[in-house]
């Protein structure tokens, strides 16, 4: 049943999104072993091996798609034993067994064939219906392929690549400095299409779409645009502030005051990372409440949390406004881990593939098993299309089993002496054993303490505490961006919006692939939610947000989405029932790893061990990787990781 809203949004239109996953949902209260979401080949034992089988195509809620996490949080609500039949054993036996089909888990069972040998057995099991984690690739049809990218972006991160990492990229044929020649990057800039803010009704008395004046929130679309004074006369004539609040931004923008006079460079770092960036501005340089609304969601797309939960020493490093005066030594800060002089050398390593990092895990994977992922160049890889009944043969060396949840890691006897572990692992309703001589859990460290019992109890809390970051990456697909093109903007930060941010795709044509590049042709927007709680503590605000994400239902995403498009575009003539051909919502409520902050994690500037140093010490056979490991949310932090456990199982 659907109002007249509903109608006017196009909630009732056929696209291709939720339609394949209602039967699921009802399958998902029967039983609390995992189902497989591929309702239409539930009678077969191993969908995987269907020719149908090809979940980057796959619209709808993905992410943490029904079917992935069952197993996982009946483990967790000690209900799964209960449950379970008793383990079926598989005779299979492996040189190592990993936990986790991420970057983390492939680039372990890499690097652990480099170390012992080609013919090595090795097992990946992974839970999604997918490879590659939070890497994930998104693919639509439109008159041509639409790629798009489901969770990591881009090769990238604020602190330079480690010889390590850097060396599994060039490994795999990614030649990073050549990235220049992919991406169209005046595209956009070409048609006048700029950065704006969208003003909503709810916070501002009504729906407007301004210039932004000064872009703070990370736009993605390639362009690198530098606004001038007639944006700011623009910003100032038509954003709805009161002249008290406008006044406020241009001090905020252009006084060079010092707040802390009496105090040192250190001593203001010092303070300044105790003090959120809302205190900040608020307390010190007292703006009016309405400059604090607008930039509640600037850190959004790094930390997943706003500026009252991130300090004001991070603002300074992330080139926040109000620091001018400050004369504050640009040197190494230590927040979350940002640095406060962007590095350079940093800067320039970015790479994005059409699909993200989603490239890197496939390259990843042919590495592993050559035939899954047919091509020889890292180019060619793009379009691609992976061969998913390769990927668990009896007769390859590596094999990575899919809709596959670790439940149980143990030692066959006393830790100390045993030379085999058995990992049990629930699929499609039963669970079955394997035995290995390692094991690397290159899963989320939260769930470790309930599959590997006998770790240590200080180990478990540690491991406990990497709680990821809750988010929504969407993709909706378009019929074209004639709207954008008529209301000039590439990229949308609407601090009041469901999704905070919105942008065109950036425009990377690469390996046979061809970004759109006028405005009448299909293209994907893409979108990006942390359901943060602003005012708690951080940790807090993620569970929370995790929680909200995990009990919205797709229909209230689609709706959102729609009603947010239309309101922001309908003054360029688009119309959500006419113009969107399918959404994809990657829901991650175990999204980016923690990283420490000094607002809420004390030991972060007091020194000492830090949790993830205690998680991640070898125990036994047991070696433990993912980017929790670092608590740093970055492609090479999973690929170090990686690299270390790999070392601690292979060496001696
Ligand atoms: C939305 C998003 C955007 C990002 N963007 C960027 C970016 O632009 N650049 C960048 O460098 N980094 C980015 N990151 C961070 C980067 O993606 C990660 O650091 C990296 O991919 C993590 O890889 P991983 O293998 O450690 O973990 P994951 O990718 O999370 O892989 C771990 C896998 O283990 C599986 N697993 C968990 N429990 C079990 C179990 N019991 N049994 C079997 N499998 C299990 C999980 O389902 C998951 O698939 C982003 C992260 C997110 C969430």
Redesign the pocket.
């Known amino acids: 049943m659907h109002g007249s809203r509903d109608r006017e949004l196009g909630m009732c239109r056929a696209i291709t999104r939720r339609d394949f996953l209602n039967g699921v949902a009802l399958a998902a209260g029967a039983s609390v072993l995992p189902f497989h979401p591929f309702a239409a080949l539930a009678a077969e034992a191993d969908p995987e091996n269907s020719p149908n089988y090809y979940p980057p195509a796959l619209t709808g809620l993905r992410g943490?798609h029904p079917g992935?996490f069952e197993?996982?949080h009946s483990l967790r609500d000690g209900a799964f034993w209960e449950e379970a039949g008793k383990p079926i054993e598989t005779a299979e036996a492996y040189d190592l067994v990993v936990?986790?089909?991420?970057?983390?888990?492939?680039?372990a069972a890499h690097f652990f064939r480099q170390a012992a040998g080609p013919k090595a057995r090795v097992l990946i099991?992974?839970?999604?219906d997918d490879?590659?984690?939070?890497?994930k690739r998104n693919e639509f049809q439109a008159s041509h392929p639409l790629l798009g990218y489901?969770?990591?972006?881009?090769?990238?991160?604020p602190e330079p690549y480690s010889a390590v990492a850097k060396g599994l990229i060039e490994e795999l044929g990614i030649d990073v400095p050549s990235y220049p020649k992919y991406v169209s990057k005046d595209l956009y800039r070409s048609f006048n299409l700029q950065p704006m803010i969208f003003f909503d009704k709810e916070t501002s008395g009504a729906d407007r779409l301004v210039v932004d004046p000064q872009p703070l929130i990370s736009s993605e679309t390639g362009d690198r645009w530098s606004p001038g004074p007639e944006d700011w006369e623009k910003f100032m004539a038509q954003a709805p502030l009161t002249d008290l609040a406008k006044r406020d931004l241009q001090r905020l923008f252009r006084d060079h005051k010092d707040y802390l006079p009496s105090l040192s460079s250190d001593q203001k770092k010092a303070r300044l990372a105790r003090m959120s960036y809302v205190k900040f501005l608020s307390d010190l340089i007292q703006v009016e409440r309405q400059i604090i609304q607008l930039y509640q969601a600037i850190p959004q797309p790094i930390f997943g949390l706003g500026i009252d939960a991130i300090s004001a020493q991070d603002a300074w490093g992330l080139g926040y406004p109000g620091f001018q005066g400050m004369n504050l030594e640009p040197a190494p800060g230590r927040g979350m881990n940002r640095d406060a002089i962007p590095n350079q050398e940093a800067e320039k390593y970015f790479f994005h593939f059409p699909d993200?990092?989603a490239s890197i895990a496939r390259l990843l994977v042919r590495q592993l098993i050559p035939e899954a992922v047919p091509g020889a160049s890292a180019n060619d890889v793009v379009l691609a299309r992976a061969n998913y009944a390769k990927l668990d043969q009896e007769a390859s060396p590596v094999r990575i089993r899919l809709n596959?949840?670790?439940?149980r890691v143990k030692h066959r006897g006393d830790p100390a002496v045993a030379k085999e572990l058995e990992i049990a692992?629930a699929r499609r309703g039963k669970v079955y054993t394997v035995r290995a001589a390692h094991c690397i859990m290159?899963?989320?460290h939260v769930?470790i303490p309930y599959?590997c019992q006998e770790l240590p109890a200080q180990q478990k809390d540690a491991l406990s505490s990497a709680a990821?970051?809750p988010?929504l990456?969407t993709n909706v697909a378009i019929r074209n961006w004639t709207s954008f093109q008529k209301l000039g903007v590439s990229s949308v930060y609407a601090p009041g919006g469901y999704h905070a941010a919105m942008t065109l795709d950036l425009p990377v044509s690469i390996g046979g692939y061809e970004c759109p590049k006028k405005p009448d042709e299909p293209i994907l927007i893409h979108m990006m939610k942390t359901p943060c709680k602003p005012g708690l503590p951080a940790r807090d605000q993620h569970r929370m947000g995790r929680f909200e994400l995990f009990t919205t239902t797709f229909e209230t995403m689609e709706r959102n989405i729609r009603d947010q498009l239309a309101r922001t575009l309908g003054p360029g003539g688009f119309d959500p029932a006419r113009d969107i051909t399918a959404i994809t919502v990657?829901r991650?409520p175990?999204?980016?790893?923690y990283e420490y902050n000094s607002l809420w994690d004390d030991f972060w500037l007091n020194g000492g061990e830090t949790p993830c140093e205690v998680a991640r010490k070898p125990f036994a056979r047991i070696a433990i990787?993912?980017?929790?490991a670092g608590a740093?949310?970055?492609?090479?932090?999973?690929i170090d990781?990686?690299w270390r456990a790999v070392g601690e199982i292979t060496k001696g």
Do not use: M, P, R
């Open positions: 943490s992935a197993a996982a936990v986790g089909g991420g970057i983390s888990g492939l680039a099991i992974e839970n999604h490879f590659g984690g939070h890497a489901g969770g990591t972006f881009s090769i990238e991160s993200g990092n596959s949840t670790a439940v692992y290159a899963c989320w769930v599959i990821k970051v988010l990456y990657n991650w175990h999204g980016y790893a990787a993912n980017a929790d740093y949310a970055y492609t090479d932090c999973a990781q990686a």
